[in-house]
């Protein structure tokens, strides 16, 4: 059974999609709070002195701001800003982008969004929660986001959405863990890559593969920016017996599988790759359905590593 879910994977995402379309989700305006990196003016040189000069882990701070409807136990954030100067600069519309990205040969000096300043790549994009509060608050001329997903549905549901706009933007379907097809970027090309719950939706002995292809696209002093389940997260002590596919991997009932993540598997994962840690730290919530009379324990863990500037010959 546990192959099979594996096998039909983009079978279980396409029918989630299928029957919730963009209703599932709510739009991440959250993000501009925890990842201050994806809003516009907050692209300095700050995390290039920071690695220069400091080599010590970002200092943790608390916050108690409420988010609507709930009511926050312990939460954790932090205000670092990205690295690379982020110069103003106008491009022209990507034209004739078609989704066989895959056979593209990437070259160096053109491909979609190649004469863009600051480039962002979210892996698991779903319907667009993430990417588009990005490019509605993130207004700079410079900017170009692409999006990927393993469901083609949900893919088609981010390119027909009115906010959808080809000149800042590149949706196209990926698997994270096919190892024989390429993203649409070269190497050393991206700024930020986000993965938002969907690091968690693949087998565990896949991921180290996956950071390390994603790594690699990252420019010098480029950050990956994670947020996913943490361990003993109320969704996995809800899960029920035979729902457990192996150490802390679940199934759910649509089909649909779930990791639960500790702290040193994500920077175990990360540094293997070659990733520097700035963020590492656990979010933990309780929240008040007030409708339902329910209290829920949540359990996120949030990390930022960096790709380092300089390499360790030098």
């Not at 106008?90 to 982008?97: A, I, L, Q």
């Not at 196209?172 to 969907?198: R, T």
Request: glycine share 6%.
């Amino acid at each position: 059974m546990p192959v099979d879910y594996e096998i039909n994977a983009h079978k279980y995402w396409n029918d989630f999609y299928k029957i919730h379309e963009n209703g599932f989700f709510k739009d991440r305006h959250w993000l501009f709070t925890e990842f201050p990196e994806l809003a516009p003016s907050q692209n300095q040189n700050h995390l290039k002195a920071w690695f220069l000069e400091n080599k010590s882990e970002v200092p943790e701070c608390r916050n108690n701001e409420d988010g609507p409807g709930l009511i926050m136990e312990e939460q954790h954030k932090c205000s670092l800003k990205k690295s690379l100067e982020h110069k103003t600069q106008t491009f022209p519309v990507e034209e004739n982008v078609t989704q066989k990205i895959s056979d593209l040969e990437i070259c160096a000096d053109e491909f979609p969004g190649s004469s863009a300043t600051y480039r962002i790549l979210e892996v698991g994009c779903g319907v667009g929660n993430t990417v588009f509060p990005i490019l509605q608050t993130n207004n700079d001329p410079g900017l170009f986001v692409y999006c990927c997903d393993f469901s083609s549905t949900a893919i088609e549901l981010v390119q027909t959405n009115s906010e959808y706009d080809p000149s800042r933007c590149l949706a196209f379907v990926h698997d994270l863990c096919d190892e024989e097809k390429s993203y649409p970027v070269p190497k050393g090309s991206l700024d930020i890559i986000i993965l938002i719950f969907v690091l968690s939706a693949i087998v565990p002995d896949k991921m180290q593969k996956a950071i390390n292809r994603l790594s690699r696209l990252l420019k010098p002093g480029g950050m990956m920016l994670l947020r996913d389940y943490g361990r003993y997260d109320m969704a996995q002590l809800r899960f029920k017996k035979g729902q457990c596919l192996s150490g802390n991997f679940y199934v759910r009932g649509d089909g649909t599988r779930v990791y639960f993540f500790t702290q040193e598997e994500l920077d175990t994962l990360f540094t293997t790759a070659g990733l520097e840690k700035v963020q590492n730290l656990v979010d933990r919530r309780l929240q008040v359905n007030r409708g339902k009379q329910l209290t829920m324990y949540r359990v996120w863990i949030q990390c930022k590593y960096c790709k380092p500037l300089l390499s360790s010959t030098s």
